[in-house]
């Protein structure tokens, strides 16, 4: 079945740790894009990937990082500098940039201790 | 710049009944999309139906319909016949060539 997978389900990062997050797809989609989901909102936009080793940063890229060395792989890093990482984290990819569908992960969750 | 607003936080529907959700945006641009996303409990995001902005017939899937109102800015969502499996979140989003914009989402319950 072809599909997006998000690794793990939830994540617990300590103080001064850097942790990332695992987006993989089959779709061969060009597209491929990071959200962050705080409760009561919507989606904001971290980075997004039109293409291989290329990436965009989106609305609130500080404090994360990310890679795009193969097409189905888009891995999202949350560095020491955000200081408010707890949120749910979305994956999503489309077939190209604008305005494609964009189908969806199912989710990490990241906890701070 | 782009903005896309949902005034309706919450709403509920008996079930078997109609609902209309609102959404309005804000752009200069001519050419975008605009979507409905569903997120159940689960938090699965799902597609729930698109319209493209230069058609002037408003998508339908099965019960879900729109109203896209262009020169007003407006696009709602219209549930028919509601089920329980419809209480969800539901987001607005607008995109176009290098944009990406969801709305703050309304919560919609499902009343047996």
């Known amino acids: 079945d072809g599909g997006i997978t998000q690794s793990p389900k939830y994540l617990f990062r300590k103080e001064g740790q850097n942790v990332t997050l695992s987006c993989e797809q089959n779709?061969?989609?060009?597209?491929m894009y990071w959200y962050r989901q705080d409760p009561g909102q919507g989606l904001r936009l971290i980075y997004y990937s039109q293409i291989v080793n290329d990436f965009q940063k989106g609305d609130i890229a500080e404090g994360y990082s990310v890679s795009r060395e193969k097409k189905e792989s888009f891995p999202l890093t949350v560095t020491s500098a955000q200081k408010n990482p707890t949120a749910f984290y979305l994956c999503a990819s489309s077939i190209s940039q604008g305005r494609e569908t964009q189908y969806f992960g199912p989710g990490t969750r990241l906890l701070v201790l | 710049a782009q903005t896309v607003t949902q005034s309706q936080p919450e709403m509920s529907v008996q079930e078997a009944e109609t609902v209309t959700l609102s959404c309005t945006y804000d752009?200069?641009?001519?050419?975008?999309?605009l979507f409905w996303y569903k997120q159940p409990p689960s938090r699965q995001m799902i597609l729930v139906i698109r319209q493209e902005a230069y058609k002037q017939q408003n998508a339908t899937e099965n019960r879900f319909s729109v109203n896209f109102q262009k020169a007003a800015k407006s696009f709602s969502l219209k549930i028919s016949d509601s089920q329980l499996g419809d209480a969800a979140m539901y987001f607005c989003a607008y995109t176009s060539y290098d944009k990406v914009i969801f709305g703050p989402g309304t919560s919609l319950s499902v009343i047996p």
């Open positions: 752009t200069s641009e001519s050419d975008y999309y």
């Open positions: 779709l061969n989609h060009d597209a």
